[in-house]
């Protein structure tokens, strides 16, 4: 089986100068956790997750301010570029998908933007992975729900 047979194609991007405020509503919006990161020339260059996020937070001298100030401030006031993860890894639609999920599980990432002609064209998540390992070990319903938790 191929990545390109179970990529999510609904990426939902973000700017490499959005602010971390943007990126948390889209995540929300889509109920996503993973956004791939366009610089000005429409490119990937980079990847931030909710995990970015909240380890951003955590960080000592943002977390002194909580508190004393909203977090949708401080999270407003910090580039999405500042908090991403570059370089990033990708794969083709057409790798293997036993093979991407090798490299998900040896390098410890929650997704591969998936790229075609230098372009972000799909997503593939450890969602989609779970979902497939579901379908073909035909899992009951109450076993997929806690399996993929999460859309």
Known sequence: MRVGDVMSRRVITIGESDSCQEA???MHRARARHLPVLGPAGRLVGI???RDVRH????PRIYREL???????LLK???VSEIMSAPVMTVTP??????AAGMMLKEKLGSLPVVEDERV???VTETDLLRQICRAAACSPEVADIVVSYP
């Open 24 to 26: 948390v509503a889209r």
């Open 48 to 50: 931030v997750t909710d």
């Open 56 to 59: 951003h937070l955590l960080k």
């Open 67 to 73: 508190g004393t100030l909203p977090v949708d401030a």
């Open 77 to 79: 006031a910090v580039s």
């Open 94 to 99: 057409d790798e293997d998908l036993s093979a």
């Open 121 to 123: 064209i799909g997503i």
